[in-house]
């Protein structure tokens, strides 16, 4: 599509660029707020700018007016504070809705300018994006403009007819390469609606997807957990395509995807670094083979790892993923799993080494080891450390016990590592354990695992993993994983552990008094509601929000799938007795 910016500026005004909140956005409307960005752009010197915003709307016409005032974007899949940083060295502007601290910006509703779009050449470089290396350490993924209207020709030529004029939902974030291309770039290309908002909730998903005709870009996290008493007959209506990336979906989500969508998702394989690669789409057979998308050649290597080589994976010739193939015939292949230290925990792309590096940067560790394990009775796959302290450590953990030292790296990891991430299994070692050849084994650490009836007796955890989403004066919005083995799932219930009503109120509680600097405690309760449970490792979300003018701390739990607790919080003077 080399005619990219040409096919956006000449679309008719009347058109609708997307929906927000349900209601129509103008392609009119659309291309006044790029004009404002690029408006920005033009009186920005900075020629590195990273763009973070959750309205996709918003942030397609901030990336349009990037590129058309001649920025690079940069962007981030987080606000994380190691995120911001690692910006704050390469980029010289924030746009959008990064952290006060990083001074973001945005042109004020209404403001516009005159206009002549122009096509900008092949080898501009457009975007930077994140990924983890086999090192560990974040690596930055160039891409110039023609690799991502490559990618967009070969999906148009792939799938375009199937989708024809439908709108395009997401569960996903655009701020990764999956989401930027099927979520925005695509649909502005071809001229298809795009939803604002993400939709996060399988209740109004339900919803939106029966409204018109449509297609669901989602994750396999999401799809896996589509809750079947819901009617998906209105969204398997109007459904042209459902697309999963992001991980590998297994078969039995796929299954239960198909059973309520009423088709089995196109599941896309690829990376930060090649783009898209090749897809398949699952019916009731057992055909596990992948079908490289047009323009897109592979090979195996000699260790028998992937090789491609396409227009959009780059001008550089054949590259690399560290994924293990067979040939299956007809031009297609078998993927046999990952080569590397990379794996994926809840569609996450995790750097073992790079939480092996951040447990040594804490200062309490003076060798560490991370690996990938099955959770309690085979459930999905987690993250278990093996540590041996340094002399800082050491003594943490024999004056304050077990879970003062899991709390600390928890601490220390959050603010580099998503909660979903951080290992949920710690031992704490003398040593690694060594082989008679001075080997230390996988399956030596994996041993140390085996739950002894000493372990059994040992404190246990109290609080969840943490990680902070969003931060304002009079509002915060936090990430909670509840750990499997949490001291208070005990007797709440042996069939289905779910987390009491007076933790989540404790929680809400603590939580307010540190992130607000509350000195007052708990007067009294009100419009207290418990509407669904939280289970183990189940990531919600908590909004705390204070109301200093009623002396009050207003709690919400909620997640993917829907509200779980919420209350008001009455304040008063601490008790002294």
């Not at 987080?78 to 910006?87: E, G, K, Q, R």
């Not at 809750?227 to 989500?253: I, N, Y």
């Amino acid at each position: 599509m080399s005619d990219f910016f040409a096919r956006i500026a000449g679309r008719a005004p009347e058109l609708a660029a997307g929906r927000r909140g349900g209601a129509e956005v103008g392609h009119a409307d659309f291309m006044a707020r790029a004009r404002a960005w690029t408006a920005l752009g033009r009186r920005t010197p900075a020629s590195q700018v990273a763009l973070y915003h959750e309205d996709s709307l918003e942030f397609a016409a901030a990336l349009l007016g990037a590129w058309q005032s001649g920025k690079t974007v940069w962007l981030v899949a987080d606000t994380l504070p190691a995120s911001c940083a690692a910006l704050a060295n390469e980029v010289g502007d924030f746009w959008g809705q990064f952290p006060a601290g990083y001074r973001p910006a945005a042109p004020p509703g209404g403001e516009s300018c005159p206009q002549t779009w122009q096509e900008l050449a092949p080898d501009f470089p457009a975007l930077v994006v994140y990924t983890s290396g086999s090192t560990g350490a974040p690596v930055p993924i160039r891409k110039q403009l023609s690799q991502l209207t490559g990618e967009l020709d070969a999906l148009e030529a792939c799938f375009g007819a199937r989708l024809g004029d439908a709108e395009v939902l997401a569960t996903v974030s655009h701020q990764h390469i999956y989401g930027l291309l099927f979520r925005v770039l695509w649909p502005l290309a071809a001229g298809r609606a795009i939803h604002a908002e993400r939709h996060e909730f399988p209740e109004p998903l339900a919803q939106a997807l029966a409204a018109r005709p449509c297609v669901l870009l989602a994750s396999p996290a999401h799809l896996k957990r589509l809750p079947a008493h819901l009617d998906w007959r209105g969204a398997a209506a109007q459904l042209r395509a459902v697309f999963s990336s992001g991980g590998m979906l297994e078969a039995a989500a796929s299954n239960h995807a198909r059973t309520l969508l009423g088709q089995a998702p196109v599941e896309v394989y690829g990376s930060s670094e090649t783009g898209g690669v090749a897809w398949r789409q699952r019916g009731e057979g057992t055909d596990e083979a992948w079908t490289p998308l047009p323009g897109v050649a592979w090979r195996s290597d000699a260790d028998g790892q992937l090789e491609v080589h396409s227009v959009h994976a780059g001008p550089h010739g054949w590259q690399g993923l560290p994924d293990r193939v067979d040939d299956a015939g007809e031009g297609r292949f078998l993927l046999r799993g990952r080569a590397d230290r990379i794996v994926k925990i809840e569609e996450k792309r995790v750097s073992l080494d790079a939480i092996e590096g951040a447990l040594l940067a804490t200062g309490l560790v003076r060798e560490a080891r991370v690996l990938a394990c099955p959770g309690p009775e085979g459930g999905r796959q987690l993250l278990a450390a093996f540590v041996v302290p340094n002399g800082e450590g050491a003594a943490l953990l024999a004056q304050e016990g077990k879970p003062a030292m899991n709390a600390r790296l928890r601490s220390r990891l959050g603010d580099c590592i998503e909660a979903v991430a951080l290992p949920r299994r710690w031992r704490y070692l003398d040593a690694l354990p060594v082989n008679a050849q001075g080997k230390t084994t996988q399956a030596g650490l994996l041993a140390l695992l085996e739950e002894t009836p000493e372990d059994k007796l040992k404190a246990r955890p109290r609080w969840p993993a943490l990680r902070v989403l969003e931060q304002a004066p009079a509002r915060m919005l936090l990430e909670l994983t509840v750990p499997a083995d949490l001291l208070y799932f005990d007797g709440h219930f042996s069939v289905a552990p779910v987390l009491p009503g007076v933790v989540q109120v404790d929680w809400a509680f603590h939580y307010g008094r540190r992130w607000f600097g509350l000195d007052a405690g708990i007067a009294g309760m009100a419009a207290l509601k418990f509407q669904q449970m939280i289970r183990p490792e189940q990531p919600v979300r908590l909004e705390l929000v204070h109301d200093a003018a009623k002396g009050s701390l207003n709690f919400r739990y909620f997640s993917e799938a829907g509200a779980h607790a919420s209350g008001r919080i009455l304040l008063g003077a601490v008790s002294t007795c």
